[in-house]
């Protein structure tokens, strides 16, 4: 499969270079950019990320980790102490406030990883140093037949630099 | 607001290219100077860290706490580390939630600040402890005759919290590094390369990554803040748990956290000075940004204020004889200097920041900054020794001084902190280039 990689300047070319191949039924995309740009999510349309589902997964299981921590462990060993009761709540309530936090940053932590992972060997490819400069890439992962006219097409919206790309 | 933040006269906005080329520059191999700095940063960890093995050969009894006061230099300057690590979060998560754009280059640094902060602050109750091979008491697990550690003392909620407060600093931090470390690794060969690439994890800029990368930073800021809020608001439990007057008291939380961010805006400002200065980043770190840390400083400086003047109205107020006693021996009892110093620092010289001359002054900030951190040291050892020392039964008053253990040991930290940010400073963007270049183009581009 090969697929075809334009490298331009702005973020407004860029964009424009999205929201054309999108237009032209290329939906399979790949962009790359060196600073994060909501804009260029809204030209890809994506709404959002996977990665909510993990944290919210993470909080949950914090949450309920710390209440069966705090609680089973005084109900298995009841001993009053400070005069308070066996299970005592507000107390218990800061141990669960700090492992819903922590829980909920660890597992979305793994969720990054886990979905930028998964894309990594199918962009690498089209990947130029230029992109953690000051370029933005434009990656059309499989040009199918019609590489001319999307050649064409990139180099249009602004492209500075046009590559066929193997991967 | 947005062009203020690179505007220098003189200067043109700095373009993509110069971003990564000049917030890189001062990672090469260090010059003497750097080397300067570390040695004299070793030598005061090795005497803090001597002075601890002596303690730890000889017993406690080499720190100056006893009856009454059994807590010290070594939870004093505990309560003022955690309280410095409380601006990073402050600076990266408060900030990016309300849209701050003026912290885009300065979180970095401070976010680092955080982590050496709380890792210099988690060193205190090991060193209090006297015995340290037992922390592990504290540690979630049934560690002597199938007890559980008991989750209703303070002391282990601040286990969970400050054990917390660094995992998601580091994260987050981390988190925010990783695209920068995927520039180094591009920006070098051979073992550099590999070592920042290893770290970049593979990142590629993927806009299919950065929205995975922008929903969790979005999400740690959310949870960063009722963190960092509860991190200090149960470091102050630990005093207001207890019946002692001077602490038992329901405003030590808002009280504890305003003071927090007071002292580490100032510690910010204290290291920002002269890293700007040794780096050349007066086009990125402009006086735009110290500005308004210095507004930050001045707001929490009243807040700070208030807090003083609200504890001796209550202790008025409740007509309890022995808070009343308690408040009038702090500021005019034997500690009587310790107090004074702590209003003078803290409440009197900051006043000075209602005048716009001094915010732009960097010579008067950072003189200010550096008063705020003796300021916030006392205000520690006023709450925890005062009250300690002068409870209830006049039989059971007392007396403490430090020992020369106990200062080697704060001078010890003093130098670890530092020596943690030397390296940071040298190894890692001191700013957070993607973050930089995402608003310079903005306004390269007109401002989208």
Known sequence: MSGIVAQYETLGATRAAIERLREAGHEDLEVFSPFPAPELEEAMG???SPVRRWALIGGITGFLTATALTALTSIAYPLITQGKPILSWPAFFVIMFEMTILFTGLFGFAGVLFHTHRSRRRISAAYRETFSVDRFGVYVVDAGGRKRDLEALLRDAGAVEVEEVTA | MATAEFDVPGKALP????ANREISRPITAPSWRFWFLIAICGLGILAGAAAWANQIRNGIGMAGIN??????VYIVTFVFWVGIAHSGTLISAVLYLVRSGWRTTINRAAEAMTIFAVMTAGLFPLIHLGRVWYFYYLVPYPSTRLIWPNFRSPLVWDMFAIGTYFTISLVFWYLGLIPDLAVLRDKFTG?????YGVFALGWQGSVKDWSHYRRLYLYLAGIATPLVLSVHSVVSW???MGIVPGWHSTIFAPYFVAGAIFSGIAMVITIMIPMRWAFGLESYITKYHFDNMAKLLLFTSLIVAYAYALEFFLAWWTQDPVEKESFLWRAMGYYT???WVMVFCNVVVPMSLWFRKTRNSLAALFVISIFVNIGMWYERFVIIVTSLAHEYEPGGWGIYVPTTTEILILIGSFMWFFFWFLLFSKSLPVISIAEVKEHLAH???GGH
């Not at chain 2, 373009?15 to 110069?18: A, P, V």
């Not at chain 2, 009856?67 to 010290?72: A, D, K, L, M």
């Not at chain 2, 073992?191 to 070592?195: D, E, G, I, Q, S």
Request: glycine share 8%; hydrophobic share 35%; net charge neutral.
């Open chain 2, 191 to 195: 073992l550099r390369k590999r070592l």
């Open chain 2, 67 to 72: 009856n009454p006061v059994s807590w010290g």
């Open chain 2, 15 to 18: 373009s993509l290219k110069d």
């Open chain 2, 337 to 339: 200097g310790p107090f």
């Open chain 2, 443 to 445: 306004e390269h581009e």
């Open chain 2, 238 to 240: 630990d005093f207001a």
């Open chain 1, 46 to 48: 994506i709404v959002s």
